[in-house]
């Protein structure tokens, strides 16, 4: 069968992200998806359970034949042909194997092409007695000698001829728990013995451009744009995609394992402007803000900014502060917006007289992403409501580099003086005003009146452990930065940091140290820390997670080639805490994506963009669900302690015990001249491995799958209803352009300090980059 993908297809995939699957390369058979368990409760007719042993047992013979239930073919076995001559022969074990009871039991692998790689794992159901399979139409075998039961073989070959390969048990019982056919491709685009690619006009990958992916059987992912395309064929029959383009078509043979598209990043549009005497050159809706540019009118003192729509039913002055002049224009940004439509004006004021104006209408203002586990259970982290409007009652100060040591605020217990002064009364217990500290323009060490922690710098605390304090610190616009030391928070419950650059860190950029809740960090650029000697070149931590803070999400930040990320839980917690990371662009910084240890973390979404080190850490008894990550170019994407690829070397964790990690829909491409990471999934080695590889979401890790060192489980906190929160993931395809585009990663526009990476020398540099350093330096706020 031949399939088009046809100019106005492909706009049409983009515009849901889609995914084209090329071939069933695989099967596993540990998890029982909940579909196919549905059919077989449903058809006692064929097969008989044995709630002792978790047991599905066909109770009919098969003669070359898929495997069915309640009138469908079973998804984990679809493909699959199996003969078996009495019942009974055929069983499924819930969440460990395939098991074929007796010998001449026959598992048929159909319409492979000679030079294809066939891999089994199994092991004898007999912990005594050794067994092996017998084989068909495959040469060059290994791994196939007789073994009793207390080890899995993971037997390979050859396809010799075009046809079909079989597996027959010769001495008895045999367990079978993964399956996977691939090509014995080469690398550098061309193909190799089993695969070629005609001629090679990808492109290098953007997010500022709709693109197509052709990820290659041999691991490599090859970008396209679009309108450079006329059509992609492919030939199911000749097993070739072709991608055609004006005046080229490259044509994979046997080599495609799949295509992606992805849209082009969103760059946010203008309202409609209009001058009337006061000339606006730039005004967009955000997340729960909108912001306009305007020019300088000659004799005017000052300006009134007014906002209507949301909670405005008409024109409502903004406040003073939020109206600020750059070199050559001024400036407001408004927070505290509901999610809908806006229209703003902007008076110049002459002589205490509003005269000239300018007007702009059809802002669209979305809401901040409230999903992860700070948001479990709990309404309105920090000082707003989820529908993004101020908290009743809340306070709000403007800090910059001018007040922070004599701005006022009067709380409930009374009035304090200094931005450490404010918090620092929340330390008493007795202060029930939600705060919004809201800052403006570069605030360095040395311009504050007090730090609370001599080690990171200015401390948020509360009385005992978990007060609720209903905290936001917040930028204002584009550069709200603060430089030279860093947060502390402890105690605390319903603490909120957003829209802020960080740079030059004391120690940490943001700390959560010491029985914490409920606690929402975003939107936040992290840059290098103060530099010291050995491991800590870029500073310490840029955002790190510990001793027993809980119930934490960390989403849509911007990592600057930072060294040490994130570290997430030490040794001391008491319990799994659970920690979400969702849409983070971890560009080109180093490792700790999160370093997990104990923990239980759910990371989704999140891009990791050229990472030299590795990706995600687990250790000490973790549990970490991986899900809808897109890896370019990292080294190490996952790791568990001592085991699989971290076993290959010298160890990543310090001799810790391992973890556990469930992946599910991710996207491991460009792996990069600096990387020797393959996957090891438990399929592939059951012992040693980098991660469990599920078969769906909802797939329950089972507890026979233990780390290596340590003998540590999943705990499945992913599908416990009464853990888990609802959350709306994006295509895997889609996160590059999601995280780099106008709504995602990082401050509004992406903040007033930018850098370009140079892919082809910092996706493997682990070093300081001296021109990001002086840019870091040198910064004044503007």
């Known amino acids: 069968m031949k399939r088009y993908l046809h100019k106005s297809v492909l706009l049409s995939l983009l515009l849901s992200w889609t995914s084209v699957g090329i071939h069933a390369q695989s099967w596993n058979f540990t998890s029982l998806p909940a579909t196919d368990e549905a059919c077989l409760k449903a058809d006692a007719q064929n097969w008989k359970y044995d709630s002792s042993k978790k047991r599905y047992s066909y109770n009919q013979a098969i003669t070359d034949g898929e495997l069915m239930a309640n009138k469908q073919v079973l998804g984990m076995t679809q493909g699959l042909h199996f003969t078996a001559g009495a019942a009974d022969k055929i069983r499924i074990d819930t969440g460990k ?38 084989l068909s139409n495959l040469t060059d075998t290994k791994g196939f000698a007789k073994a009793n039961g207390t080890n899995r073989q993971t037997g390979t070959g050859t396809v010799a001829t075009d046809g079909s390969v079989t597996f027959t048990t010769a001495d008895g019982g045999i367990n079978v728990y993964s399956l996977k056919v691939t090509d014995l491709s080469g690398g550098g685009g061309t193909g190799g013995a089993g695969g070629t690619l005609s001629s090679d006009h990808s492109v290098g990958f953007s997010t500022t451009r709709n693109q197509a992916m052709v990820t290659t059987t041999n691991g490599e992912t090859k970008y396209y744009n ?15 995609v072709a991608v055609n383009g004006l005046s080229f078509s490259d044509v994979y043979t046997r080599l495609a394992a799949g295509i992606a598209f992805s849209k082009a990043a969103e760059q946010g549009e203008n309202g409609e402007i209009t001058d009337n005497g006061v000339t606006i050159t730039e005004s967009k809706g955000w997340l729960e803000t909108a912001y306009a540019k305007w020019k300088p009118v000659d004799g005017a003192q000052t300006y009134h900014v007014y906002v209507k729509g949301g909670q405005y039913a008409g024109y409502t002055r903004v406040d003073a502060e939020l109206v600020r002049a750059y070199t050559g224009y001024l400036r407001v940004d408004i927070p505290g917006l509901k999610a809908g439509t806006y229209a703003l004006k902007v008076v110049a004021v002459k002589d205490g007289v509003e005269r000239l104006s300018g007007e702009v209408t059809g802002l669209q203002v979305k809401n901040y992403n409230r999903e992860g ?7 309105g982290v920090g000082a707003y409501n989820n529908d993004g409007t101020l908290k009743s009652g809340a306070v709000v100060i403007y800090v910059n580099k001018d007040n922070a040591k004599t701005v006022s605020a009067r709380l409930s217990s009374g009035t304090f003086t200094g931005l450490q002064a404010i918090l620092n009364a929340y330390q008493k217990g007795n202060v029930t005003t939600p705060l919004a500290v809201r800052v403006l323009g570069l605030v360095k060490n040395g311009q504050t009146d007090a730090f609370g922690s001599s080690v990171e710098g200015i401390q948020i605390k509360g009385k005992r452990a978990d007060s ?13 930065t603060i430089h030279g030391f860093g947060f502390l928070v402890r105690n605390s419950k319903s603490v909120e940091f957003r829209n802020l650059g960080i740079m030059r860190a004391m120690d940490d950029g943001i700390s959560l140290d010491t029985d914490n809740s409920n606690i929402w960090i975003h939107h936040i650029d992290v840059f290098y820390g103060k530099a010291g000697g050995g491991d800590h070149a870029k500073g ?26 994130s570290m997430c839980g030490m040794k001391s917690e008491s319990g799994p805490n659970y920690i979400t990371y969702h849409h983070n662009w971890f560009d080109h910084s180093d490792s700790r994506h999160a370093r997990v ?14 990472c030299a080190k590795y990706g995600i850490g687990a250790t000490t008894g973790s549990s970490v669900f991986s899900e809808n990550n897109y890896f370019r170019a990292t080294k190490d994407p996952i790791l568990i302690s ?3 690829t ?26 990069g001249s600096g990387s020797n990471y393959s996957p090891i999934t438990y399929a592939a080695d059951n012992k040693s491995f980098d991660f469990y590889q599920a078969a769906s979401r909802d797939e329950q890790v089972p507890s026979s799958v233990v780390s290596l060192n340590g003998g540590n489980t999943y705990n499945n906190f992913d599908t416990n209803p009464s853990l888990m929160y609802s959350y709306t993931l994006d295509a895997t395809a889609a996160v590059p352009s999601r995280v780099t585009g106008y709504y995602g990663a990082g401050r509004l526009n992406h903040g007033s300090l930018q850098f370009k990476f140079d892919n082809a020398v910092e996706d493997t540099n682990d070093a300081p980059i001296p021109a990001l350093e002086t840019l870091i330096d040198s910064y004044t706020g503007e």
Not at 597 to 610: A, E, I, K, P, Q
Request: glycine share 12%.
């Open 540 to 565: 310490d931590g840029a955002i790190d997670v510990k001793s027993n803070s809980k119930f934490v999400t960390i989403d849509h930040c911007h990592f600057w080639d930072t060294g040490k990320s």
């Open 642 to 644: 001592l085991q699989g």
């Open 226 to 240: 679009t309108d450079e395309l006329s059509d992609i064929s492919i030939d199911d029959a000749k097993e070739t």
């Open 373 to 379: 586990f700070a948001h479990k259970g709990f309404s």
């Open 597 to 610: 240890r104990t923990m239980s973390v759910h990371l989704w979404n999140n891009f990791y963009d050229g």
């Open 97 to 134: 194997e395939l098991q074929f009871n007796g010998t001449n039991i026959v598992l048929t692998v159909p319409g492979l092409k000679a030079g294809q790689q066939v891999t089994i794992v199994f092991a004898s159901s007999s912990k005594k007695d050794a067994r092996t399979l017998a």
């Open 468 to 480: 609720e304090l209903n905290i936001t610190i917040e930028g204002i616009g584009e550069d709200a």
């Open 646 to 671: 971290d076993a290959k070397g010298s160890g990543t964790f310090s001799g810790e015990s391992g973890g556990m990690v469930k992946e599910y829909g991710s996207i491991f491409a460009e792996k």
